[in-house]
């Protein structure tokens, strides 16, 4: 149980297109999911945490505007990077939080690399 | 952002070896969570503690959450090699879901 994935696992794209990354709890609800950044050999930094008929919170330093984060039901929170550019090349991952049982246990989903040319 | 320390960075083992590392922080965390991320792959759960001094085991895996709650511990008992990795501790305040995470420490087991 408590499975979670994302879409595309990989993508790459020209500067100044946008790009929308997935992510889905397969076998539980999350009113609440994560979005992690993580550069190469670095740990993964928070992003912003995305909330199920709400809006999404961001950490300090993050661009809302750059980073758009829907989080259309209780099993999908999807991410997009509005013009893209080559900085915003990384790892990016999501995690969820069941619903049920109340635990504030994240799972993480397999992760999106994303190379902006 | 805000981190965790976690040591040693790195560290290279023979086959069969215990291991041990650990996380501090400044701050005081309402939980403790042990991470294995693998290349190209998102973190997978270890281990969770939820109350200071509990130890907790799963499999050849122990850890256990600090007393003073700002510090945790893992070991991981006659290495394997897929136990190759980064082990990244995790923290979370109470009353959020949010998580601030360890450094990383980079194990690798020479067969």
């Known amino acids: 149980g408590a499975v979670v994935s994302q879409h595309p696992s990989r993508v790459i794209c020209k500067s100044g297109t946008s790009v929308k990354i997935e992510c889905r709890s397969l076998?539980?609800?999350?009113?609440?999911m994560f979005w992690y950044r993580q550069f190469p050999k670095k740990s993964l930094m928070l992003m912003a945490t995305?909330?199920?008929?709400?809006?999404?919170?961001?950490e300090q330093g993050v661009e809302k505007d750059k980073f758009l984060i829907n989080h259309a039901s209780l099993t999908l929170s999807t991410l997009t990077v509005t013009s893209a550019h080559p900085e915003d090349s990384s790892f990016y991952i999501c995690?969820?939080?069941?619903?049920?049982?109340?635990?504030?246990?994240?799972?993480f989903g397999p992760g999106t690399r994303l190379t902006v040319l | 952002g805000q981190q965790l320390n976690q040591s040693p960075q790195s560290m290279f083992i023979q086959e069969g070896e215990d291991v041990s590392m650990n996380c501090t922080s400044s701050?005081?965390?309402?939980?403790w969570l042990w991470y294995k991320q693998e290349p190209g792959e998102g973190p997978v759960l270890l281990i969770a503690?939820?109350?200071?001094?509990e130890l907790t085991s799963n499999g050849r895996l122990t850890a256990q959450f600090g007393i003073t709650r700002k510090d945790s511990f893992l070991n991981i008992s006659a290495s394997i090699p897929s136990d190759v990795g980064i082990y990244f501790c995790?923290?979370?305040?109470?009353?959020?879901?949010?998580?601030?995470f360890g450094t990383g420490t980079r194990l690798k087991v020479l067969a």
């Open positions: 995690s969820a939080v069941p619903d049920h049982p109340m635990t504030d246990t994240q799972y």
């Open positions: 076998d539980f609800q999350a009113t609440t």
């Open positions: 995305s909330n199920e008929g709400s809006k999404a919170t961001y």
């Open positions: 701050s005081i965390f309402n939980t």
């Open positions: 503690l939820y109350k200071a001094g």
């Open positions: 995790a923290g979370s305040f109470s009353g959020t879901y949010k998580y601030i």
